[in-house]
């Protein structure tokens, strides 16, 4: 992955957010690749009922991991919410509840992501005729020093969200 430089996150920027839109632009590079290979290859010409299904992921063009992605932004930036914001007592009570599930399945979210992810790496691997190995995806972050007040945030992001076997995360000060 592109090397992440926390003093060039904004200030009302998350880590994790920032993150994820890093990772949303390889998935995205990852399911072209995929959709590209697919269409180059005759064997998924043949029956027109899977051409929707070329690269083995549910959804038009294979772009499932994707649309996954898009939902696990939704259900962190919900984590945001605010309830003092709300009109009444009870719409605070209703959405901050909601905040709390869509918060907790986000983190169950992301654990799966991150395996799909892999998935997807090594099935592009088999159809490009490559040796199969286990993928390794690093997270550089780079001069971490030069933002001190994202020096936490980011520790806690590690631990929490990109505690994976097949992530590595490289820091440096």
Request: glycine share 6%; charged share 20%; proline share 4%.
């Amino acid at each position: 992955l592109p090397i992440i430089i926390p003093e060039a996150i904004p200030y009302d920027c998350s880590v994790l957010g920032w993150i994820l839109a890093i990772v949303r632009d390889q998935i995205v590079i990852l399911e072209e690749e995929l959709n590209g290979y697919a269409e180059n290859n005759e064997r998924y010409h043949d029956n027109s009922h899977w051409a929707d299904c070329k690269t083995g992921f549910a959804g038009k063009k294979g772009n499932q991991l994707s649309r996954e992605l898009d939902e696990l932004v939704e259900l962190y930036f919900s984590g945001k919410y605010n309830p003092g914001n709300e009109t009444s007592y009870n719409l605070a009570v209703g959405n901050s509840a909601k905040q709390a599930t869509n918060y907790y399945q986000f983190t169950k979210s992301i654990i799966a992501l991150w395996d799909k992810w892999i998935s997807a790496i090594c099935q592009l691997r088999k159809l490009q005729g490559k040796r199969q190995i286990t993928p390794l995806i690093y997270f550089i972050f780079d001069d971490v020093d030069l933002a001190p007040e994202k020096a936490s945030e980011l520790m806690s992001v590690i631990i929490k969200y990109l505690s994976h076997p097949n992530m590595i995360v490289l820091m440096t000060a």
